[in-house]
């Protein structure tokens, strides 16, 4: 295989991760609508306004912001808007999502959760565009370091990386799997499966970051990984009262 791929299209080559990841936004948000269209609990419009406007501006801003702080040189000495807008990560847009949809619901004077419900379409969307990650190999910083292991694959450098995307994609599934089964037992507080993904998700990114290239912030810990322990000390607080979900 060769990296990165891309795909020609009414005669224009579009390369895989962009692709993938409009792929999977388009096919989680579907997901999304036609779930809450099953769904029992129905919000107003105004608390349902709110809490999308807050998730779209956190995330986006997270994204954006976290993804150039991974590496502080080139957003303060080396800054370049088309590098800031280029400059993405999951783990920022989760980070700030959330924070965007606890302070939307305080404007709205809303209390109950409003999680759970877009845990299987996010999952499902991180699946897809990872997918797309993997197939630019190192030409996006989703790429593994060197390894010897018999995970080792060729990128597009030559060298034996490990493929971080197909890590993310096999926890992913076995997370989706895990948060069906706790589902069906419908035994839980309304946000414990929001809690759970975000938990888990973080713990996870946090140990996987220690196998990608990062810049080394404080200690051995790469910014992302920095905001992954914050994300998890606020769960774990969080998850131990039951009245505090998201």
């Given at each position: 295989?060769?990296?990165?791929?891309?795909?020609?299209?009414?005669?224009?080559?579009?390369?895989?991760?962009?692709l993938?990841?409009?792929?999977?936004?388009?096919?989680?948000?579907?997901?999304?609508?036609?779930?809450?269209?099953?769904?029992?609990?129905?919000?107003?419009?105004?608390?349902?306004a709110?809490?999308?406007?807050g998730?779209t501006?956190?995330?986006?801003l997270?994204?954006?912001?976290i993804?150039?702080?991974?590496n502080?040189?080139?957003?303060?000495?080396?800054?370049?808007?088309?590098?800031?807008?280029?400059?993405?990560?999951?783990?920022g847009?989760?980070?700030?999502?959330?924070?965007?949809?606890?302070?939307?619901?305080?404007?709205?004077?809303?209390k109950?959760?409003?999680?759970?419900?877009?845990?299987?379409?996010l999952?499902?969307?991180?699946?897809i565009?990872?997918?797309?990650c993997?197939?630019?190999g190192?030409?996006?910083?989703?790429?593994?370091?060197?390894?010897?292991?018999i995970?080792?694959?060729?990128?597009?450098d030559?060298?034996l990386?490990?493929?971080v995307?197909?890590?993310?994609?096999?926890f992913?599934i076995?997370?989706?799997?895990?948060?069906?089964?706790?589902?069906k037992?419908?035994?839980?507080?309304?946000?414990?499966?929001?809690?759970?993904?975000?938990?888990?998700?973080?713990?996870?990114?946090?140990?996987?970051?220690f196998?990608?290239p990062?810049?080394?912030?404080?200690?051995?810990?790469?910014?992302?990984?920095?905001?992954?322990?914050?994300?998890i000390?606020?769960?774990?607080y969080?998850?131990?009262?039951?009245?505090s979900?998201?």
């Amino acid at each position: 295989m060769d990296f990165p791929v891309a795909f020609h299209i009414f005669g224009k080559t579009i390369l895989a991760h962009p692709l993938f990841e409009a792929v999977g936004m388009f096919l989680g948000m579907r997901y999304y609508f036609y779930l809450k269209r099953k769904s029992k609990e129905k919000l107003s419009f105004n608390i349902s306004a709110a809490v999308l406007i807050g998730a779209t501006a956190g995330a986006l801003l997270g994204s954006k912001l976290i993804g150039n702080l991974e590496n502080p040189y080139l957003m303060f000495v080396r800054f370049s808007v088309q590098k800031f807008w280029s400059s993405n990560t999951i783990v920022g847009g989760l980070a700030l999502g959330l924070l965007g949809v606890e302070l939307a619901k305080k404007v709205v004077n809303h209390k109950e959760s409003t999680g759970d419900l877009i845990v299987f379409p996010l999952m499902l969307a991180m699946i897809i565009g990872r997918i797309g990650c993997f197939l630019t190999g190192i030409y996006e910083e989703t790429y593994g370091i060197p390894t010897d292991s018999i995970f080792g694959m060729n990128l597009g450098d030559q060298y034996l990386r490990h493929p971080v995307a197909l890590y993310e994609i096999g926890f992913l599934i076995i997370l989706w799997i895990c948060l069906k089964y706790i589902q069906k037992l419908k035994r839980y507080p309304s946000g414990f499966l929001f809690q759970i993904f975000m938990l888990s998700y973080f713990t996870f990114r946090l140990l996987l970051d220690f196998i990608k290239p990062r810049v080394e912030i404080l200690g051995n810990f790469g910014t992302i990984q920095l905001v992954c322990i914050c994300v998890i000390i606020y769960y774990i607080y969080t998850m131990k009262n039951t009245q505090s979900t998201i």
